[in-house]
């Protein structure tokens, strides 16, 4: 086992290398090798709450500050490539934020309660899902959004976990209610629970559970070779 000190570690991914991004309370962004090693930082020029970090694309990494609703997209050695002003082309408020392919975003409007996704390039959104059908009466907290493998996976923590195609039309929805945030592994998809990290198999529906060695993780997420357990101090890495 080993501890990375880290100040109230936050929204945090993992890349196809297996290294490790995550957040800490002044909202810098650290990145380590699978094993833990510190290989660099990010420190934003403006202060921000760290919504959102995915860096499962090759070649790049998306950080999205909720409170001023802004984009940045990193290269692997977490020097910035882009920044995006989202009022620039968003009437609302963007409440998460992923990549898609082919340099657009899909995001979800608070403000009207769609799933949209942004061409740049285009100055346009290509695809607008209403979900006032879907949700009802209920009140959606959304929390996390994240394409993978041509689906995407929307977690309310009200209700659990709306699945839409590449296209953002709505497939099905994964009764998780309680969740923040999932992973994903292979086939899999995975989240924290009292009991330890649970997986659910995409396309067999099979389920099974994975014990922890502590009880005090925030956040979980389960690389190849290591799993790593978010705490209030820090990060802990243990081999599979």
Do not use: C
Request: hydrophobic fraction near 40%.
């Amino acid at each position: 086992m080993r501890t990375l000190p880290l100040s109230q570690p936050g929204a945090a991914s993992l890349d196809r290398r297996g290294n490790l991004y995550v957040t800490d309370a002044q909202n810098n962004l650290h990145q380590y090798s699978p094993d833990g090693q510190a290989l660099n930082t990010f420190s934003p020029a403006l202060p921000g709450h760290t919504m959102q970090v995915e860096a499962w694309n090759t070649a790049k990494v998306l950080v999205f500050y909720d409170d001023r609703q802004q984009l940045v997209l990193l290269d692997r050695f977490m020097a910035p490539i882009s920044e995006l002003a989202l009022p620039d082309y968003l009437d609302g408020q963007a409440r998460v934020v992923t990549l898609a392919p082919d340099d657009r975003f899909w995001l979800l409007n608070e403000s009207d309660l769609t799933l949209r996704q942004l061409d740049v390039s285009q100055k346009r959104f290509t695809i607008t899902t209403p979900l006032d059908l879907l949700i009802g009466r209920s009140r959606p907290d959304f929390r996390f959004l994240r394409e993978y493998q041509n689906n995407l996976y929307l977690v309310d923590r009200a209700s659990g976990v709306y699945v839409f195609d590449n296209l953002g039309n709505y497939r099905k929805k994964i009764p998780f209610p309680g969740l923040t945030y999932v992973g994903f592994r292979g086939d899999e998809l995975y989240y924290l629970a009292a009991d330890g990290v649970h997986f659910f198999h995409l396309y067999t529906l099979q389920e099974r559970t994975m014990a922890l060695p502590t009880t005090e993780a925030t956040q979980v997420l389960v690389g190849e070779q290591y799993v790593y357990m978010l705490t209030s101090v820090g990060v802990q890495v243990y081999a599979l």
